[in-house]
């Protein structure tokens, strides 16, 4: 059974933290244990930190807290490579770091109380809270969302599993301030119970198997995600995928008439439902959707319950809007997390024009198909575009960065595996699945997900390079290939108007040969400017 949290938080105030002892569990490099270590020194408290890793492991974060003349640091104390019970059972509370599962842990067993950052904020913040969730898009949401709120005149914020703690911002927000947050399913996880998340508008981006190696199943994956909704009402809106998906395959007890994961949670939130799709939505379902308006051009509209659209609309009788055209950044998938911050924005009031211009300009955000480097080799002429999507950890987020771009690329891919099929991207890369891009090259990065796909690419006849157990050998390889004389038979002669994208997306996780996926994306991109 899962956990399930005291309602309410254990502190009444925000004054009641003054001289509490707080031991936060898991300081990390990401920066949310070091704002949770700020804030309740901020607060008067006496704050311990706990972490498995070592305090070489984790001086950068010591550092940036160490050198901080603001912080009384008589009233910190670090605990490092190891746990002591001590810490966790004399604490007033804990704050816990999403990371690490409360079921069978001996030290949160013995702590009198536990929170997290997310927890914290949500119960002393009054800022409407918007809300997403998902397996992939989450963060291109939350990012294109924030800064088309922000463009728009809103003082918006963003936090959560984006790497910002909402503690950092917590004293800024009122009941004017939107705050837009990102949250993974063991953040609201840790929400079960507290009765602490009520989003006026929540989002689920689109649902595939992820994190299977710490839930084991879809079912218990799904439940912590239905979290987001769990506290909304009739006043809410729950915009959820009305495309269809594998859930009647990976859902071990199908509800009757659901034949999407979307359908699934449509039918339990008390919210208002709105849906997305690629496709036009059938007449009577309210949401967003897209047109093919020619072969590369792709829109994006929206329609409403008549009192829902705008006042224009309403005036000219108007049965929907375009939100979307022309985007500057790369996917198809893309167009689904820029189409939904589009529908928070008019939901919000901002119209459908100027929302359409606002996420044009929007240049997207780092480790998601980020064009960071361009190199001309000088004998062919060819030009080649380096894309960084480190943070696709699921096969198929890789499989969509392969058919993102308007032609063929050159795909690196794998790393370690988290419980994951890789069927879905062997099957698009061998296009058995409909794809309609065949990359001119896949590299492989070795790990136990890797191990996976080989196989699977075998099986189907799709050629590929390595496993490479270094970046930076992968990377001379590459290069050893654009600069051959034989380079024309896999790339084609080149061209002025040539760009070949060179696509840097794992479908796994990046233990043993990085810290973390955005360890990864920065090192791949420090060493591609190196070796092109």
Known sequence: MPHI??????????????????????????????????????????????????????????????NDPTLDKSRLMYVLGEHRISDFSEADCVIKNPGVKIEGNKYLSAAKAIESDISIFLHFTKAPIIAVTGSKGKSSTVSSLAYGLNQAGFKCYLGGNITVSPLTFLSKTDGMTPVVLELSSWQLADLRGRKALKPKIAIITKIVPDHQNWYGNMDSYVEDKKLIYADQDENDFTILDFDEDDYLRDCSNPKAGCRCWGDLFASETKGQVLRYSRNVLPEGISGVFQKNESRFETSGFVRLSQELMSSHAQR?????????????????????????????????????????????????????????????????????????????????????????????????????????????LAKCLSQEDGSRYKPYDIYLLAGTGTDKLVPLLKERGVSFKGPFDSL?????MLKMSFISTSSGQVYGRPDSEQVIPVVFSPGATSFGMFTNEFDRGDKFKKLVKETF
């Open 5 to 66: 949290y005291p309602e309410g938080c254990v502190f009444n105030s925000l004054e009641d933290i003054k001289n509490k002892k707080i031991t936060v569990m898991g300081l990390g490099l990401n920066g949310g244990g070091e704002a949770c270590v700020r804030f309740f020194l901020q607060h008067g408290a006496f704050v311990t930190v706990t972490d498995m890793k070592t305090a070489q492991q984790l001086a950068p974060t010591i550092e940036k807290i160490n």
């Open 316 to 424: 000219k009788n108007i049965q929907e809007e375009q939100l979307m055209g022309k985007l500057s950044v790369p996917g198809q998938h893309m167009k689904v997390n820029v189409l939904n911050a589009g529908l928070v924005m008019y939901l919000m009031g901002v119209n459908a024009e100027l929302t359409m211009n606002i996420l044009a300009d929007w240049k997207g955000i780092q480790h998601r198909l980020e064009k960071f480097h361009d190199y001309t080799d000088e004998n062919e002429s060819r030009t080649v575009a380096f894309f960084n999507d480190s943070c696709a950890t699921v096969p198929e987020a890789a499989a969509a960065a392969s058919q993102s771009f308007d032609g063929r690329v050159v795909l690196i891919t794998g790393g370690t595996d988290k419980g994951l099929d890789f069927l879905p």
């Open 472 to 476: 930076q050998v992968l990377l001379n």
